[in-house]
């Protein structure tokens, strides 16, 4: 496999391959670009199908989270990793405190946090190897929340942009996922008078937000179907692709997921079909900000600079509505310019 010539690469400063034998490790850690900062980025436990899987995914990630860092103004560059395992069979003591000292041989260069498949019990033994941990219980804590308040900030600037509305009243969304961010974000539509269609695999998921919200549950494959203003994609990523494409209603989404379209060249398709993208990585990144406070954690002070996800993501809807771009585009280029600046300095 030629690693260098990956699309997913994207001149990424270093990629460590860590291999405990004892602990049965295998994991790898990718520092995307340290321009701004040190890369910091979750690690996931996930059961890749192939080492070469869980080595794009890793790398995809990781530089997702440069652009992630720029567009949020925080002085961090990006990095991600993976450990390859069964996260429900596979942890231990051993294997957690074997990826802490991977880490630490980094010297701060990539600092780790929860991803999917990883709780604060499996970094609090991180913690005991390694001080480059970050979202520690008692610290700053479970980012979920945080990343639902951006988002549900995120959405209300699309809302305005396209819909030229401030009130949420009697809006329909459309959220895919109920899990720690849609569960928060459904709560807070709420509140504001929107009306929710919901869906998940988990049916305990789909019944408390039923339940506690009013809202309307219909089957995983149907909530692309339905005519509503907002999707808000909550789940897995890729989930904006040509299968799902055709049948989209909505004329914004606006949702929590990382790398929520499929190809860049989706990006193309929802502005031609009159459909307004909240970049991922720009409505998502509450959580991110939430966590680059932890050190003497203020909320009030982290909540504040979330709310600059409103004015960030009205920047690059009015520089693709003047270009005539896809947001997508717009938010990359942004993200680069921030990133290149920084080396200068
Ligand atoms: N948690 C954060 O702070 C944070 C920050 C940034 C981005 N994200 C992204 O947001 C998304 C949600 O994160 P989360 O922490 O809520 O994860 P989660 O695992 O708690 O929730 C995901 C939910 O999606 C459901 N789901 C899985 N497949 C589905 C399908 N096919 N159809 C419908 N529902 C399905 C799961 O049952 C689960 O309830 C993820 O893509 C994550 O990477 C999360």
Known sequence: MAVFNLRAYDDHEQIVFCRDVESGLKAIICVHNTNLGPAVGGCRMWDYNS??????????????MTYKNAMAGLNMGGGKSVIIG????????ELFRAFGRFVDKLSGKYITAED????????????????HVLGLEGKSGDPSPVTAYGVFTGLKAAV??????????????????????????????HEQGAQLVVTD?????????????GAKAVDTDEIYHQEVDVYAPCALGATINDN???????????GAANNQLAEDRHGDILMQKGILYAPDYVINAGGIINVSFEENYDQAAALKKVDE??????EVFDASKSSGRPTNVIADEIARQRVADAKKK
């Open 51 to 64: 080492d070469e899987g869980a080595l794009i995914d890793a790398l995809r990630l990781s530089r997702g």
């Open 86 to 93: 069964n996260s429900k069979t596979m942890k231990s003591e």
């Open 116 to 131: 999917v498949g990883i709780n604060p019990q499996d970094m609090a033994i991180v913690n005991k190897e390694t001080n």
């Open 160 to 189: 305005k942009h396209r819909l030229d509305r401030d009130d949420l009243e009697g809006l329909k969304v459309s959220v895919q996922g109920l899990g720690h961010v849609g569960y928060y974000l459904c709560r807070h539509l």
């Open 201 to 213: 695999i988990n049916k305990e998921s789909v019944d408390r937000v039923v339940d506690e919200f």
């Open 244 to 254: 799902t494409l055709p049948k989209i209603q909505a004329s914004v989404i606006a």
């Open 309 to 314: 996800i409103y004015g960030t993501l009205t």
